[in-house]
């Protein structure tokens, strides 16, 4: 088992900054790969971004690419999501999630964070 819990969401203006992290305790977390997805009401779980459990490859949603950064520290156990230039359209339930292996950019992750929320003004 992986637990993983969310912080840093909150309310930002448009063009303002954040950075979300992903504390993971349990299981070894540098052997799981790490996603970031985000959620509206009405709408299906949206993926943001995905870290491969070495750090050596990301992938990004097209809408968040040159604007957000994932990373990670195994050290730490945690995940980050350093996100810039939001926008209103970011404004969602911001969730991150872990799988044993390789990232992928689906949601078939095992394990699931509660979400934080993130919520940009215009």
């Known amino acids: 088992q992986v637990q993983l819990v969310e912080s840093g969401g909150g309310l930002v203006q448009t063009g303002g900054s954040l950075r979300l992290s992903c504390a993971a305790s349990?299981?070894?977390?540098?052997?799981?790969?790490m996603g970031w997805f985000r959620q509206t009401p009405g709408k299906e779980r949206e993926f943001v971004a995905a870290?491969?459990?070495?750090?050596?490859?990301?992938y990004y949603a097209d809408s968040v690419k040159g604007r957000f950064i994932i990373s990670r520290d195994n050290a730490k156990n945690t995940g980050y999501l350093q996100m810039n230039s939001l926008k209103p359209e970011d404004t969602a339930v911001y969730y991150c999630?872990?799988?044993?292996?390789?990232?992928?950019?689906?949601?078939?992750?095992?394990?699931w964070g509660q979400g934080t929320q993130v919520t940009v003004s215009s």
């Open positions: 999630a872990a799988r044993y292996g390789v990232a992928v950019t689906t949601t078939r992750y095992a394990y």
């Open positions: 349990g299981r070894t977390f540098s052997s799981y790969s």
């Open positions: 870290i491969h459990w070495s750090g050596g490859t990301t």
